[in-house]
């Protein structure tokens, strides 16, 4: 069965501190892994989607990185703004063509 | 213009009425999906409809029942509402299998 787990569970950071988030899966074969960002009371907003190891993108201070065991989320210089919660999912190849599996997600806070 | 919107976004009920959640896309997709986000935050699929056709139905009792009238609409109507349906439902949408899916806002649904 595919599963995804994201650690920590929960992040604390000053701003300006850079740290990062990880996503471990296992899948059948990967077709694409995706990051999220999710506020409270707001759907899962799309960050990411990578598909092959080795892979990068990048976007203002959140660059996400995929290996063949797991994708990081490194934030560099946060800001109180990007406070929110980070859901990593996986599309297997295989089975149902549609399904994301999730990650329970990390909840990052960024202090002042 | 609201990608991917949802109505109501809040529902109280009693338990064992029915109700229904209204879903609309004006992205052009071709695959709309429903997903259960409990009180811990995990995102769970329930079901998926590509091209007003079921193709993912999880292990979801068969009080809930999907409607997908077309392309751009997938309703989630629900019988005999228990406590445990108490969560949030999220709507979403993608243009093909693997896709970056585009969620809506959410429906907290809270059974009495």
């Known amino acids: 069965e595919d599963q995804v787990t994201q650690s920590p569970e929960a992040l604390r950071l000053q701003e300006g501190e850079s740290s990062s988030l990880n996503c471990s899966y296992t899948v059948s074969g990967l077709r694409g892994l995706f990051w999220y960002r999710q506020d409270p009371g707001k759907g899962p907003e799309f960050l990411f989607t990578l598909y092959s190891a080795g892979e990068e993108k990048e976007k203002e201070r959140l660059k996400a990185t995929l290996t063949k065991k797991e994708s990081f989320l490194h934030i560099t210089a946060p800001k109180p703004e990007d406070s929110a919660t980070y859901l990593c999912?996986?599309?297997?190849?295989?089975?149902?063509?549609?399904?994301?599996?999730f990650g329970k997600g990390t909840l990052l806070t960024v202090n002042p | 213009d609201t990608a991917v919107s949802q109505t109501p976004k809040y529902l109280v009920t009693q338990m064992g009425n029915d109700k229904s959640i209204k879903c609309e896309q004006n992205?052009?997709?071709?695959?709309m999906y429903w997903y259960k986000q409990d009180s811990k935050k995990f995102l769970k699929i329930m079901f998926s409809?590509?091209?007003?056709?079921?193709?993912i139905n999880e292990t979801v009792p068969n009080r809930f029942s999907p409607k997908s009238p077309d392309k751009a609409h997938l309703n989630l109507h629900i019988n005999s509402l228990e406590l445990g349906d108490s969560a949030v439902y999220f709507c979403?949408?993608?243009?093909?299998?693997?896709?970056?899916?585009?969620f809506g806002p959410g429906t907290r649904l809270t059974v009495l």
């Open positions: 999912a996986v599309h297997p190849r295989g089975g149902s063509n549609y399904k994301l599996t």
């Open positions: 992205l052009g997709h071709d695959t």
């Open positions: 979403a949408s993608s243009q093909d299998a693997g896709s970056s899916q585009f």
């Open positions: 409809y590509n091209n007003k056709e079921l193709i």
